[in-house]
């Protein structure tokens, strides 16, 4: 129940934000009432938080298993690690889009929580282009922070416009955005 | 005293969103009354609306200058329409988050304004770069339209984690970005 919960509230939060869902309005979604609502959640604050780390944790357990395979050049892993972001918008978008909008509700505590997760991403991200690097895979002269931002900037932009149900799927854009990292657009 | 009232909600509309903030809290900022408020907007919606359309609105104007500025290559136009973007977030800030974040809560006939004029802004950056593209600038195998949300999604995610006054100047992270998009970063 405590995840039939967090999947209801998740498109409420998406349509009509944070502040102006009421737990009734979940609670009538799903046909149950108030008290089961507060038996699994203390209140709307927790359930906000839930989303959120549950949204990031996904990614960084997925990052991880990109990062430990030891088949792949770091170069792959950078591939890979695009991919996996933008095949989450397929089941995520709604989740990815509370996640960046409504972080601001967010209590002290549980904001440093997401704000760390978030760092952690990055730097695993970052982490993947100093190593190609290292490895001569890209050129040495790059700054890996800002390509790191760059890559993120592309990926998590597809949020707000990329339909997987179109004309280009999820592995064709990322051929497009890694062909052009690698090898840039000049003439 | 218009100009005022939109100046005074950004920052309210930004902390606390669209739905929390109250006019009552606006016209505590100001130090004026509610009927000076409808004075001047009919609702808190006019209001978002105004905030929504002045943002575009100027981005589309100073797109337009780059554009038609005929001392400049197509490759010269798209750096400067990255330049353009990203310094708009010096004073802007505030006001794309509110544009980004709070634009499902604008109306049916406000949406529909502010959908046609952003996808006038996407418009008009492809269209430099197919330009580039024909002027053999650019390479004749790339994408117009996804390069145009790559470049979109560097340069706007940028409003996320961006500072202008850290280590990286402007016009060097644009340089950076367009060395990216130029040649890439295969050794």
Do not use: C
């Amino acid at each position: 129940m405590r995840e039939k919960i967090l999947r209801a509230s998740i498109p409420l939060f998406d349509k009509k934000g944070y502040s102006e869902t009421s737990i009734q309005d979940i609670v009538e979604v799903l046909g149950v009432t108030k008290g089961t609502f507060y038996y699994y959640y203390k209140s709307k604050q927790e359930l906000l938080k839930d989303i959120n780390v549950t949204y990031i944790q996904n990614l960084l357990d997925e990052q991880k298993k990109i990062l430990n395979d030891d088949t792949k050049t770091y170069r792959e892993k950078v591939y890979n690690n695009m991919l996996m972001v933008i095949r989450t918008i397929r089941n995520e978008r709604q989740s990815a889009r509370v996640f960046f909008r409504e972080m601001r509700h967010l209590e002290e505590h549980n904001l440093k929580l997401i704000i760390q997760k978030r760092y952690e991403f990055r730097m695993n991200t970052q982490h993947m282009i100093e190593k190609a690097i290292e490895n001569g895979e890209f050129r040495d002269r790059i700054r890996p922070d800002i390509l790191t931002f760059g890559i993120l900037g592309m990926t998590n932009w597809s949020y707000y416009w990329y339909n997987p149900d179109g004309e280009v799927s999820e592995k064709e854009l990322v051929d497009l955005y890694m062909e052009l990292i690698l090898n840039g657009v000049k003439n």
